[in-house]
């Protein structure tokens, strides 16, 4: 990353931009983008409202559910033991574009997790942005690197934060263009996850996918955060996190641009007194038994939609937000327990149905041992109990 792009290795995002005068530059540069991003919203986003009542539940299994991101700068040696012992099968691993020196290092940490199913998020920077033979190049490199080890890639992230530098949804299309030339050219095999709009700004979303770009999506990303508004279950303009899915799901079913796939790439809450290492401020940390609550009721709801494919949490080894924190030593927070045995009653399971009532929640899963009920509130640890198979 180049100036006045930093990447701040506390919170494993870059740092945001201090020069004002650049942000406003930039932004002006970009209106016709925004402009065209509104009017996009305008017409596409009522239209997705009106038919989330009509569609249709998919038929979303727990197997392939799972997912969760683990970084090659965090214990590395350490980390394929840990995924193990979790129980975990799926993974996303980031390619920052800007560390392409170390790619041979980026394969040899993914080919130390065995049988296990990589995903690839290519991480942009401001260069790689402006730079489409750079970007087209160094594209190459990874897809040929990782022939026969992985074939799915997130192509960029965070499309819709300046830090991250993207100053408007355009630049993100021709960023993505070049990937998915490359898919038509050269790498017929690959999978490319794309749009990668983080929290509820569907309006950007909106312009990912509607738009006369000759692209297209083999799934969708969103890095759907809700940590600001604190349990999952809470609203936001009327939508919680179910009828957020939802309103995505319907958005995506009026887009030729995209297949019905939706993949949430990035997802959690920080934790309190961990600053610097916290993504956000202190305001927004929740302590460590609301951060594991919150998320197997994130992972619940997400199944209880059935419009979710995979929830990758983000991710194992973090001491900000990480089901473990390595800051003295390995240490495995109360969520990376809770994340097991969630594993261990979901990974077989199918299904059934989900209520809510007075805040109180249900869901039914069918599994080889019986009927799995998961039952919460908002002030409650999920349980599971099971009714024995007739």
């Known amino acids: 990353m180049k100036e006045p792009f930093v990447w701040d290795h506390y919170s494993d995002q870059p740092a945001i931009i201090r020069d004002k005068a650049l942000k406003r530059a930039m932004r002006r540069s970009a209106l016709p983008s925004l402009i065209k991003t509104f009017c ?19 038929s979303i299994t727990a197997k392939y559910f799972f997912g969760i991101g683990v970084n090659l700068d965090k214990e590395p040696n350490t980390t394929p033991y840990l995924i193990e012992e ?22 040899t940490f993914i080919r130390s997790f065995k049988d296990k199913e990589i995903t690839v998020a290519l ?3 401001r260069e790689h942005i402006t730079s489409p033979d750079m970007s087209r190049d160094h594209f190459i490199q990874i897809f040929e690197a990782l022939n026969g080890i992985c074939h799915t890639y997130i192509v960029g992230s965070t499309i819709n934060r300046a830090k991250w530098g993207f100053f408007s949804v355009n630049e993100y299309l021709d960023f993505y263009s070049v990937a998915y030339e490359l898919k038509k050219e050269r790498f017929p095999h690959i999978k490319l996850i794309g749009s990668n709009v983080i929290d509820f700004e569907y309006h950007f979303t909106a312009h990912t996918l509607f738009n006369l770009k000759p692209i297209r999506y083999d799934a969708l ?22 009828g957020k899915i ?7 079913r009026l887009s030729a641009k995209t297949s019905d796939e939706l993949i949430i790439t990035e997802t959690n809450w920080p934790i309190k007194n961990t600053a610097p290492y916290a993504p956000t401020s202190e305001t927004e940390c929740v302590s460590e038994e609301d951060y594991r609550d919150y998320m197997v009721r994130y992972h619940l709801l997400a199944f209880a939609s059935q419009q979710v494919d995979c929830v990758f949490w983000h991710q194992l080894i973090a001491p900000g937000y990480g089901l473990i924190d390595n800051r003295e030593g390995i ?42 009920h998961i039952s919460w509130d908002l002030t409650s640890t999920p349980l599971y109990t099971y009714k024995a198979a007739s």
Request: glycine share 4%.
């Open 40 to 58: 996009i919203a305008l017409l596409t986003l009522p239209v997705a409202i009106l038919m989330m009542p009509f569609i249709p539940r998919r």
């Open 86 to 107: 979790l129980g975990v099968k799926k993974l996303l691993i980031r390619i920052p574009l800007w560390d392409m020196e170390r790619l041979h290092e980026y394969v």
């Open 123 to 125: 991480l942009q920077d």
């Open 221 to 242: 990303g969103t890095l759907l955060y809700v940590d600001r508004r604190g349990a999952p279950e809470n609203t936001q303009i009327g939508f919680d996190l179910r």
């Open 246 to 252: 939802r309103f995505l799901a319907a958005l995506m």
């Open 331 to 372: 240490r495995k927070r109360n969520t990376y327990d809770a994340y097991r045995t969630m594993l261990s009653h979901l990974n077989d399971a199918e299904f059934m149905r989900y209520r809510t009532e007075n805040e109180k929640h249900l869901l039914v899963c069918s599994t080889p041992r019986g009927e799995l």
